[in-house]
Protein backbone atom coordinates (compact mmCIF):
# COMPACT_ATOMS: atom_id res chain seq x y z
CA UNK A 1 0.00 0.00 0.00
CA UNK A 2 1.53 3.21 -0.78
CA UNK A 3 1.08 6.21 1.62
CA UNK A 4 -0.25 9.48 1.04
CA UNK A 5 0.17 11.01 4.16
CA UNK A 6 1.82 14.30 3.33
CA UNK A 7 0.11 17.41 1.94
CA UNK A 8 0.69 18.35 -1.90
CA UNK A 9 1.22 21.54 -2.08
CA UNK A 10 -0.22 23.76 -5.60
CA UNK A 11 1.79 26.03 -7.13
CA UNK A 12 1.20 27.81 -10.55
CA UNK A 13 2.99 29.01 -12.85
CA UNK A 14 6.38 30.74 -13.25
CA UNK A 15 6.01 32.12 -9.86
CA UNK A 16 5.89 28.80 -8.48
CA UNK A 17 9.22 28.06 -9.66
CA UNK A 18 11.41 29.33 -7.07
CA UNK A 19 9.44 27.32 -4.73
CA UNK A 20 9.08 24.59 -6.72
CA UNK A 21 13.21 24.30 -7.19
CA UNK A 22 13.96 24.68 -3.91
CA UNK A 23 11.83 21.33 -2.87
CA UNK A 24 13.37 19.62 -5.76
CA UNK A 25 16.99 20.58 -4.46
CA UNK A 26 15.62 19.65 -0.73
CA UNK A 27 14.77 16.07 -2.30
CA UNK A 28 11.52 16.07 -2.41
CA UNK A 29 9.10 15.09 -5.33
CA UNK A 30 7.49 17.39 -7.74
CA UNK A 31 5.08 17.40 -10.64
CA UNK A 32 5.59 19.39 -13.19
CA UNK A 33 4.64 20.19 -16.95
CA UNK A 34 6.17 19.25 -19.80
CA UNK A 35 5.17 19.37 -23.86
CA UNK A 36 4.04 15.70 -23.78
CA UNK A 37 2.18 15.01 -20.22
CA UNK A 38 2.68 15.88 -16.91
CA UNK A 39 6.53 14.65 -15.45
CA UNK A 40 7.08 13.57 -11.37
CA UNK A 41 10.51 15.10 -10.92
CA UNK A 42 13.27 14.47 -8.59
CA UNK A 43 16.97 15.41 -8.28
CA UNK A 44 18.29 12.88 -10.37
CA UNK A 45 21.91 13.25 -8.58
CA UNK A 46 20.01 12.63 -5.27
CA UNK A 47 19.31 8.40 -4.90
CA UNK A 48 17.54 9.19 -1.83
CA UNK A 49 15.04 11.32 -3.70
CA UNK A 50 14.97 9.57 -6.71
CA UNK A 51 13.77 6.04 -4.34
CA UNK A 52 10.42 8.38 -3.62
CA UNK A 53 10.00 8.19 -7.34
CA UNK A 54 9.43 4.67 -7.56
CA UNK A 55 7.54 4.47 -4.17
CA UNK A 56 5.37 7.58 -4.99
CA UNK A 57 4.36 5.97 -8.39
CA UNK A 58 4.45 2.12 -7.20
CA UNK A 59 6.99 1.70 -10.25
CA UNK A 60 8.92 -1.50 -10.31
CA UNK A 61 12.69 -1.06 -9.83
CA UNK A 62 13.85 -2.76 -12.87
CA UNK A 63 11.50 0.22 -14.92
CA UNK A 64 13.87 3.19 -16.11
CA UNK A 65 13.35 6.43 -15.64
CA UNK A 66 13.78 9.25 -18.17
CA UNK A 67 16.16 12.10 -16.93
CA UNK A 68 15.31 15.58 -18.69
CA UNK A 69 17.63 18.28 -18.69
CA UNK A 70 17.67 22.03 -19.55
CA UNK A 71 20.46 21.68 -23.20
CA UNK A 72 22.12 19.79 -24.89
CA UNK A 73 25.33 20.05 -23.64
CA UNK A 74 24.43 19.19 -20.27
CA UNK A 75 22.71 15.95 -22.40
CA UNK A 76 26.42 15.34 -23.16
CA UNK A 77 28.02 15.58 -20.23
CA UNK A 78 26.56 12.58 -18.44
CA UNK A 79 25.88 10.47 -21.48
CA UNK A 80 28.20 8.98 -24.52
CA UNK A 81 26.24 10.00 -27.38
CA UNK A 82 26.85 7.97 -30.97
CA UNK A 83 26.56 10.01 -33.84
CA UNK A 84 22.85 9.20 -34.75
CA UNK A 85 21.99 10.62 -31.20
CA UNK A 86 24.05 13.59 -31.57
CA UNK A 87 22.24 14.31 -34.75
CA UNK A 88 18.72 13.64 -33.70
CA UNK A 89 19.32 15.46 -30.60
CA UNK A 90 20.13 18.85 -32.71
CA UNK A 91 17.70 18.44 -34.39
CA UNK A 92 14.82 17.82 -32.29
CA UNK A 93 15.59 19.20 -28.85
CA UNK A 94 13.90 20.41 -26.80
CA UNK A 95 11.35 18.70 -28.13
CA UNK A 96 9.22 15.41 -27.61
CA UNK A 97 12.05 12.94 -28.37
CA UNK A 98 13.54 10.85 -25.54
CA UNK A 99 17.08 9.07 -26.41
CA UNK A 100 18.56 6.05 -24.92
CA UNK A 101 22.26 6.52 -25.03
CA UNK A 102 25.12 4.94 -22.99
CA UNK A 103 25.21 6.83 -18.92
CA UNK A 104 29.13 8.12 -18.70
CA UNK A 105 28.05 6.65 -14.89
CA UNK A 106 28.13 9.85 -13.21
CA UNK A 107 24.15 9.78 -12.04
CA UNK A 108 23.45 7.28 -9.57
CA UNK A 109 22.11 3.66 -10.81
CA UNK A 110 18.75 3.79 -9.16
CA UNK A 111 17.78 6.35 -12.16
CA UNK A 112 18.97 3.82 -15.09
CA UNK A 113 17.11 0.67 -13.07
CA UNK A 114 20.83 -0.75 -13.10
CA UNK A 115 20.98 -0.61 -16.75
CA UNK A 116 24.13 1.04 -18.31
CA UNK A 117 21.94 3.47 -20.82
CA UNK A 118 20.13 6.81 -19.86
CA UNK A 119 17.16 8.02 -21.26
CA UNK A 120 17.58 11.68 -22.08
CA UNK A 121 15.68 14.31 -22.87
CA UNK A 122 15.25 18.05 -23.39
CA UNK A 123 11.82 19.19 -23.14
CA UNK A 124 9.75 22.27 -24.65
CA UNK A 125 7.65 23.70 -22.31
CA UNK A 126 8.97 26.94 -21.27
CA UNK A 127 8.04 26.25 -17.15
CA UNK A 128 9.70 22.70 -17.56
CA UNK A 129 13.12 24.84 -18.70
CA UNK A 130 12.61 27.04 -16.30
CA UNK A 131 12.41 24.93 -13.23
CA UNK A 132 15.43 22.91 -14.99
CA UNK A 133 17.63 26.09 -14.99
CA UNK A 134 16.36 27.22 -11.59
CA UNK A 135 17.61 23.65 -10.05
CA UNK A 136 20.46 23.56 -11.60
CA UNK A 137 20.89 19.81 -11.86
CA UNK A 138 18.92 17.07 -13.94
CA UNK A 139 15.41 15.55 -13.24
CA UNK A 140 14.65 12.39 -13.26
CA UNK A 141 10.82 12.55 -14.28
CA UNK A 142 8.39 9.25 -15.20
CA UNK A 143 5.15 10.73 -16.38
CA UNK A 144 2.82 11.51 -13.36
CA UNK A 145 0.38 8.50 -12.65
CA UNK A 146 0.82 5.90 -10.09
CA UNK A 147 2.35 3.18 -12.12
CA UNK A 148 0.36 1.35 -15.32
CA UNK A 149 -2.55 3.93 -15.49
CA UNK A 150 -3.44 6.77 -17.79
CA UNK A 151 -0.59 9.79 -18.25
CA UNK A 152 -1.76 13.49 -16.59
CA UNK A 153 -2.11 15.66 -19.08
CA UNK A 154 -3.40 18.84 -16.78
CA UNK A 155 -2.51 19.24 -13.01
CA UNK A 156 -5.76 17.89 -11.46
CA UNK A 157 -4.79 14.72 -13.05
CA UNK A 158 -1.91 14.69 -10.96
CA UNK A 159 -3.62 15.06 -7.82
CA UNK A 160 -6.25 12.56 -8.68
CA UNK A 161 -3.67 9.67 -8.17
CA UNK A 162 -0.37 11.11 -6.37
CA UNK A 163 -2.41 13.90 -4.06
CA UNK A 164 -0.43 13.26 -0.29
CA UNK A 165 2.40 11.36 -1.90
CA UNK A 166 4.46 14.15 -3.29
CA UNK A 167 5.64 17.89 -2.52
CA UNK A 168 3.64 20.19 -4.68
CA UNK A 169 2.73 20.53 -8.44
CA UNK A 170 3.38 22.93 -10.79
CA UNK A 171 0.31 23.90 -12.77
CA UNK A 172 1.25 24.68 -16.75
CA UNK A 173 -2.20 24.05 -17.37
CA UNK A 174 -3.28 21.28 -19.94
CA UNK A 175 -0.37 20.04 -22.10
CA UNK A 176 0.13 20.37 -25.97
CA UNK A 177 0.98 16.87 -27.23
CA UNK A 178 -0.71 15.10 -25.33
CA UNK A 179 0.98 11.47 -25.44
CA UNK A 180 4.35 10.58 -24.49
CA UNK A 181 7.47 11.42 -26.28
CA UNK A 182 8.97 9.06 -28.64
CA UNK A 183 11.54 7.22 -27.17
CA UNK A 184 14.92 5.86 -29.64
CA UNK A 185 17.95 3.77 -28.50
CA UNK A 186 20.36 0.95 -29.22
CA UNK A 187 23.34 0.13 -31.12
CA UNK A 188 21.24 0.61 -34.21
CA UNK A 189 18.49 3.59 -33.86
CA UNK A 190 15.37 1.51 -32.62
CA UNK A 191 11.84 2.88 -32.01
CA UNK A 192 11.44 1.51 -28.42
CA UNK A 193 8.06 3.84 -28.16
CA UNK A 194 5.94 6.08 -30.84
CA UNK A 195 5.39 8.98 -29.06
CA UNK A 196 4.91 12.44 -29.80
CA UNK A 197 6.71 13.22 -33.04
CA UNK A 198 6.07 11.13 -35.92
CA UNK A 199 8.63 8.21 -37.06
CA UNK A 200 8.52 9.70 -40.65
CA UNK A 201 10.02 13.03 -38.86
CA UNK A 202 12.85 11.05 -37.39
CA UNK A 203 13.28 9.40 -40.35
CA UNK A 204 13.64 12.36 -42.69
CA UNK A 205 16.26 13.78 -40.61
CA UNK A 206 18.26 10.25 -40.48
CA UNK A 207 17.99 9.54 -43.97
CA UNK A 208 17.41 6.34 -42.97
CA UNK A 209 14.47 3.61 -41.46
CA UNK A 210 14.55 3.03 -37.66
CA UNK A 211 14.68 -0.53 -36.54
CA UNK A 212 11.69 -1.52 -34.74
CA UNK A 213 11.37 -3.87 -31.51
CA UNK A 214 8.47 -5.62 -30.65
CA UNK A 215 5.89 -3.09 -29.08
CA UNK A 216 4.59 -5.11 -27.07
CA UNK A 217 7.48 -6.90 -24.81
CA UNK A 218 8.27 -9.40 -22.11
CA UNK A 219 8.84 -9.28 -18.50
CA UNK A 220 11.76 -6.73 -18.74
CA UNK A 221 11.00 -5.12 -22.26
CA UNK A 222 14.08 -2.65 -23.51
CA UNK A 223 11.66 -0.21 -22.65
CA UNK A 224 9.98 -1.24 -19.79
CA UNK A 225 6.47 1.13 -20.79
CA UNK A 226 6.08 -1.02 -23.16
CA UNK A 227 4.24 -3.85 -20.85
CA UNK A 228 1.38 -5.63 -22.47
CA UNK A 229 -1.57 -3.83 -19.89
CA UNK A 230 -0.74 0.07 -19.37
CA UNK A 231 -2.55 3.23 -19.86
CA UNK A 232 -5.40 1.32 -18.47
CA UNK A 233 -8.62 2.65 -17.51
CA UNK A 234 -10.74 0.48 -14.88
CA UNK A 235 -13.10 0.04 -17.95
CA UNK A 236 -12.93 -2.54 -20.80
CA UNK A 237 -12.30 -0.88 -23.91
CA UNK A 238 -12.73 -2.09 -27.83
CA UNK A 239 -10.93 -0.80 -30.21
CA UNK A 240 -11.72 -0.19 -34.37
CA UNK A 241 -15.47 0.17 -33.37
CA UNK A 242 -18.03 1.42 -36.16
CA UNK A 243 -20.69 2.39 -33.77
CA UNK A 244 -21.31 1.33 -29.86
CA UNK A 245 -22.56 -1.97 -28.93
CA UNK A 246 -25.01 -2.67 -26.04
CA UNK A 247 -23.91 -0.42 -22.97
CA UNK A 248 -20.39 0.90 -24.71
CA UNK A 249 -20.21 4.47 -24.71
CA UNK A 250 -18.01 5.58 -28.28
CA UNK A 251 -14.89 7.79 -28.35
CA UNK A 252 -15.53 9.00 -31.92
CA UNK A 253 -12.73 10.04 -34.49
CA UNK A 254 -13.33 11.75 -37.72
CA UNK A 255 -16.63 10.90 -39.91
CA UNK A 256 -17.40 8.54 -36.82
CA UNK A 257 -18.97 11.17 -34.03
CA UNK A 258 -19.04 9.69 -30.69
CA UNK A 259 -20.30 10.61 -27.26
CA UNK A 260 -16.92 12.29 -27.19
CA UNK A 261 -14.84 12.63 -30.47
CA UNK A 262 -11.00 12.91 -30.30
CA UNK A 263 -10.86 15.15 -33.45
CA UNK A 264 -14.64 15.93 -35.50
CA UNK A 265 -11.94 17.05 -38.35
CA UNK A 266 -9.62 13.68 -38.11
CA UNK A 267 -6.54 15.64 -37.15
CA UNK A 268 -4.26 12.70 -35.14
CA UNK A 269 -2.31 15.72 -33.72
CA UNK A 270 -5.90 17.20 -32.05
CA UNK A 271 -6.44 13.51 -31.34
CA UNK A 272 -3.49 13.05 -29.41
CA UNK A 273 -3.85 15.49 -27.44
CA UNK A 274 -7.41 15.30 -26.59
CA UNK A 275 -7.31 11.15 -25.81
CA UNK A 276 -5.94 10.93 -22.30
CA UNK A 277 -8.28 13.31 -20.71
CA UNK A 278 -11.06 11.98 -23.03
CA UNK A 279 -9.98 8.50 -21.50
CA UNK A 280 -10.85 9.78 -17.87
CA UNK A 281 -13.53 11.37 -18.54
CA UNK A 282 -14.99 8.36 -20.29
CA UNK A 283 -13.67 5.74 -17.57
CA UNK A 284 -15.74 7.77 -14.49
CA UNK A 285 -19.10 6.88 -16.38
CA UNK A 286 -18.20 3.29 -15.29
CA UNK A 287 -19.81 1.94 -19.08
CA UNK A 288 -17.24 -0.02 -21.61
CA UNK A 289 -15.53 2.50 -24.48
CA UNK A 290 -15.48 1.41 -27.65
CA UNK A 291 -13.45 3.68 -29.83
CA UNK A 292 -13.15 4.56 -33.60
CA UNK A 293 -10.97 3.70 -35.91
CA UNK A 294 -7.31 5.28 -35.60
CA UNK A 295 -5.24 5.60 -38.99
CA UNK A 296 -1.80 3.92 -38.44
CA UNK A 297 -0.18 7.09 -40.39
CA UNK A 298 1.69 9.60 -38.20
CA UNK A 299 0.78 10.16 -34.46
CA UNK A 300 -2.04 7.52 -35.42
CA UNK A 301 0.83 5.42 -34.44
CA UNK A 302 1.45 6.71 -30.85
CA UNK A 303 -2.17 6.92 -29.87
CA UNK A 304 -3.28 3.02 -31.66
CA UNK A 305 0.26 1.71 -29.41
CA UNK A 306 -2.08 3.30 -25.90
CA UNK A 307 -5.21 2.80 -27.45
CA UNK A 308 -3.32 -1.19 -27.88
CA UNK A 309 -2.04 -1.36 -24.16
CA UNK A 310 -5.20 0.13 -22.71
CA UNK A 311 -7.43 -2.35 -23.82
CA UNK A 312 -5.62 -5.36 -23.17
CA UNK A 313 -6.49 -7.49 -21.35
CA UNK A 314 -5.22 -8.17 -17.27
O1 LIG B 1 7.02 12.37 -22.58
C1 LIG B 1 7.58 11.62 -21.80
O2 LIG B 1 8.42 10.80 -22.15
C2 LIG B 1 7.19 11.76 -20.30
C3 LIG B 1 7.57 13.16 -19.85
C4 LIG B 1 7.34 13.36 -18.38
O3 LIG B 1 8.90 13.41 -20.21
N1 LIG B 1 7.85 10.76 -19.52
C5 LIG B 1 7.51 9.45 -19.57
O4 LIG B 1 8.21 8.67 -18.66
O5 LIG B 1 6.69 8.99 -20.31
P1 LIG B 1 7.81 7.16 -18.30
O6 LIG B 1 8.67 6.78 -17.17
O7 LIG B 1 6.34 7.07 -18.08
O8 LIG B 1 8.25 6.36 -19.54
C6 LIG B 1 9.62 6.25 -19.78
C7 LIG B 1 9.93 5.03 -20.57
C8 LIG B 1 9.64 3.77 -19.80
O9 LIG B 1 9.00 2.88 -20.68
C9 LIG B 1 11.03 3.28 -19.45
O10 LIG B 1 11.07 1.90 -19.37
C10 LIG B 1 11.84 3.79 -20.61
O11 LIG B 1 11.32 5.05 -20.86
N2 LIG B 1 13.26 3.93 -20.25
C11 LIG B 1 13.81 4.73 -19.33
N3 LIG B 1 15.14 4.55 -19.25
C12 LIG B 1 15.46 3.59 -20.15
C13 LIG B 1 16.66 2.94 -20.53
N4 LIG B 1 17.82 3.24 -19.98
N5 LIG B 1 16.59 2.00 -21.50
C14 LIG B 1 15.40 1.69 -22.07
N6 LIG B 1 14.22 2.26 -21.75
C15 LIG B 1 14.23 3.20 -20.80
MG1 LIG C 1 4.48 6.45 -17.85
Redesign the pocket.
Known amino acids: MIKADQTTERLTGFAGVPAASALLRAGELVAFP ?1 E ?4 LGADATNPDAVVKVYDAKGRPRF ?4 V ?1 LSSVDAALEIAAFPEWALQLAVAFWPG ?1 L ?1 L ?1 VPSRGILPEIV ?1 AG ?1 P ?3 L ?1 V ?1 SHPLALALLRASERPLA ?4 NPSGRV ?1 PTTACHVLDGLDGRIAAVLDGGPTEVGI ?2 T ?1 V ?1 GEVPTL ?2 P ?2 IAVSEIEKVMGASLARSGLITKTVP ?5 LASHYAPRVEVRLNAEEARGNEILLGFGDIAGDRTLSATGDLREAATHLFAALRELDTLGRPIAVAPIPETGLGLAINDRLTRAAAPR
Do not use: K
Open positions: TTVYGNPLIHATVSRSLARPAPSASESIGLRGGSAPGQ
